[in-house]
């Protein structure tokens, strides 16, 4: 479940009493809203930093992408669980005159330090008594002018700032928060010919090592990937490593990742992003649980629907914008110009979506449900497991004028049990057959 604040009262919304949310949480059914994407229908919120507040509330701070064709904004929203499982999405947290490109946040003495950049290279901070601010003291950080600001606080309180596209650079930073030791910077901590560095930054420390977690082109010559190299100090130097998550196949148009790796609950999880909409534009925050070897090195995470939570359930809805793989033309885009809910959109012949994981527990389903809205029609076929698997059910989908949505069911005569990847093909006759709203199984 997602609670909306607003911190601009003319869109007609008041911001939440804490201990009213607190209260309206503990009341209502628990109701698993840890899938992906985090970010709500209709808001779009990339290059997702998690850090954790001193009360345990896990806030993701990110850009915020509004429209087709342009990244970000001039604002920023902010989201928070306490438990991943409900979230709280707080608008407008601050506003700026330039747009806003990637931050992070640091919390320190009672403060809570806001670090972001504008056109121009331009790197600044901004201070607040909340995490949700307001922010004021607007203050230039001198010496960076590049993008994607980072703070680090190592364990003997020393903070650093790292910054940087194509060569990463960092430095310590004073005890204000707000200036650099500009005699320590270093240049180069990881770089595109070395460590395939694009940008975004992101550093962490676990055990005795640091890690210096990045948007790098390792595969397809695309910032797909977030990746990591490794060290003993916390300005280099750092060793390649390998891949945390890469986000190609999300949607046909991406293009980049920015992330950010965070421990909460004893378990550590990756913060990434998808593109929508066909482009590398209007991109969402997505979350997965991540591993570790024994020797420090992460697993490569899988994108998947079911993110920090369980296995979806089968027999409850599946709303067709969690689908984490696209293939061919299929979107995932707005049912409505000016609206909010999110659809599987342009589906052609072949296309085809995924979604990873759903759980059919210890019984099969007897039937299917989808939730479509009829274009030239077609026919739409469900596997399991495969991409290319054979089909084990089919719905014969009629013409329409994509006006009108209406449900259609189908028998299920195959023996469907346990956790299963769940692939939707597509086929008819050239252009657009049918949009899909959801899918639901049925005992």
Known sequence: MIFRERKNTKFGYMKKNTAILTAM??????????QNPISPEGVFIPDPSARVSPDGTLLIYGSLDIKDGEYCSDRYHLLSTRDLVHWTLTEDIFRNEE????PDMYYSDGRYHLYYDCPGGTEWVATADSPAGPFTKKTRIE??????????????GQAYYFWG?????????????????????????????EHSFHEGSFVF????????????????????????????????????????IDNAGCDPGVWNNHGSVVEFGG??????????????????A???????????????????SQGASSPLDAYSRTDAFRACLLHGNTRIRLAEEGGCHEILSGL???????????????????????????????????????????????????????????????RIEDDITGKRALFLHFYGDDGDLFDIDWIRFDK
Request: aromatic share 12%; proline share 6%; charged share 25%.
């Open 25 to 34: 949480l503990a009341a209502i059914s628990p109701i698993i809203f840890a």
């Open 99 to 102: 747009t806003l490109y990637a």
């Open 143 to 156: 010496g960076p002018e590049q993008i994607d600001p980072c703070i680090f606080v190592d364990d003997d």
């Open 165 to 193: 596209q194509f060569s990463a650079k960092g430095a310590r930073m004073n005890p204000d928060f707000r200036t650099l030791d500009r005699s320590s910077i270093t240049d180069s901590l990881v770089t595109e010919e």
């Open 205 to 244: 420390k676990r055990g005795g090592y640091y890690y210096f977690t990045y948007a790098s082109v390792k595969r397809r010559n695309m910032p797909t990937c977030l990746s990591y190299a490794m060290s003993t100090s916390p300005l280099g130097p750092y060793e390649y490593k390998g891949e945390i």
């Open 267 to 284: 378990k550590w999880y990756v913060l990434y992003h998808r593109s929508t909409h066909g482009d590398r534009f209007m991109r969402k």
């Open 286 to 304: 997505c979350i997965e649980p991540i591993t570790f070897r024994e020797d420090g090195t992460i697993v490569e995470a899988e994108m998947t």
């Open 348 to 410: 052609h012949n072949g296309d085809w979506a995924a979604f990873k994981y759903l759980d059919f527990g210890e019984k099969s389903p007897s039937s299917v449900t989808i939730r479509i809205r009829p274009r030239k029609g077609g026919r739409l076929g469900i596997a399991t497991d495969q991409v290319y698997q054979g089909d084990f059910v089919s719905v014969d989908i009629p013409g329409g004028d994509g006006s009108k949505w209406i449900e259609l069911s189908a």
